[in-house]
Each structure stands twice: as C-alpha cells, then as structure tokens.
C-alpha cells in the first residue's frame, strides 16, 4: 500500500476520532428503524452472530440486535468511536482495526452490517472485502450495506472526497450495474438494492444472501 493511502486513511481515522466528539448531539439525526426491521425480520432467525464493520458508536444495528439477543462482534478503527460503542453496547465485542485487515473463520457469522462504512474503502478494495463476507457468513447467511452513488457524489463512478460535517471524506465507488456484477461473481444472491434518502442523504442500501 503506497504512502498516498497510508496518509489518507490515517486522516479518516483521525476526522472518525473527532466525531466521536459531537456525536452526542448527532445521535438521532439518521433514523434507521425501517430498515432495521425489515433487514431483521428478512434473516428468518431469532438469535445468532451479527459482524458490525465500521460498527462506530454500535448504533442503531449492533444495540438492535444485542437487545434481540445476538452475539454481536463490532469492528471500527477509530478508539475514540469504540469508547463510545463500550458506553451503548457494552455487551459487544469489539474489534480496533481497518476493516481490511480483520479476519473470522468460515460460517461465524448469520449477518453482517457495513453501515456508511464500506464507501470509504478504495474501490480496488471493496471487492475482496465483500468476498471475506461470503466467507464469514453461514449459508444463508446475509448482509446488509450502503453504497456510494452518483445521488450522492455526482458521478457514475467516484474516487475522491466530499464534505460531511464540516469534514473532507474518502469516498470510493463503482457504478450499481459494476457492483452487482462483483456481487454475482463472488457468489451472492441480490435480494434488494433501494435508494434511500435519510438525514439528507441518498445512498444505495443493498442486501444479500449467501446461498444455502
């Protein structure tokens, strides 16, 4: 990896520490709770193991599913966000790393969540980070993330920084026809990909199924 990324990830990280700052008055300016219910009734299983990547502060989906009774293992590279998960999930198992770098044995996971986290990966990444999902996951097994779009950056394919609160972000994207493509090559099933606008902003929501 070249000093290029090296620097700029290292400055995501830092701007993710000073969120944690303002998070507070923050918290309830995205709501998710459709989304939730739905992604949780759709996985057909009442308890099991949920990964969280890029979990942050472990809300909503790490707090939803610890409250339904699920193991839930949370992975985030910022501390000062982790600190902030232990005080709302403190049941979670967390993980300090860069999403790239972690590693769980075949099936552990039922479900995995990528929330407004897996954008912020250089593109070439995203790929075989999506194809340890499919590991991860037990058969059947599902995932939920948000995905750039040009609703968002004004571009079909995107690789550069946007302003989020006051902040300079990396963002990464292909277009939705390249990414479902990865997704079928790398062996999922499609369940749903819906534009959702939330607190302002459209993302792309896509769920998947590892086949049984």
């Known amino acids: 990896m070249d000093a ?10 830092e701007i993710y520490d000073q969120f944690a700052e303002t998070y507070e008055k923050n918290r309830g300016l995205f709501d998710m709770s459709e989304i939730l219910n739905s992604f949780y009734s759709g996985l057909g299983i009442k308890k099991g193991n949920l990964l969280d990547m890029g979990c942050g502060a472990g809300e909503p989906f790490a707090r939803f599913f610890a409250d339904h ?3 839930v293992t949370g992975v985030d590279f910022s501390q000062r966000m982790l600190a902030l998960a232990a005080k709302y999930v403190p049941e979670m198992q967390t993980v300090r790393s860069d999403m790239r770098s972690v590693d769980f044995a075949p099936d552990e996971f039922a479900a995995i969540t990528a929330i407004y986290s897996l954008f912020h990966i250089p593109g070439k990444d995203q790929v075989a980070l999506i194809a340890k ?4 996951l037990s058969p059947g097994g599902k995932a939920l993330f948000t995905y750039a779009t040009k609703e968002y950056t004004g571009s079909a394919e995107f690789d550069g920084y946007k302003e989020f609160l006051g ?3 990396y963002y990464s994207h292909k277009t939705p026809e390249a990414l479902y493509a990865d997704l079928k090559n790398i062996g999922f099933n ?3 990909a819906t534009y959702r606008e939330i607190g302002g902003e459209t993302f792309l929501w896509v769920t998947i199924t590892k086949p049984l």
């Open 190 to 192: 499609i369940d749903s």
């Open 69 to 71: 009774g699920w193991s």
């Open 167 to 169: 902040q300079k972000l």
């Open 4 to 13: 290029t990324v090296n620097a700029r990830e290292i400055s995501l990280q």
């Open 133 to 136: 999902f499919y590991r991860w």
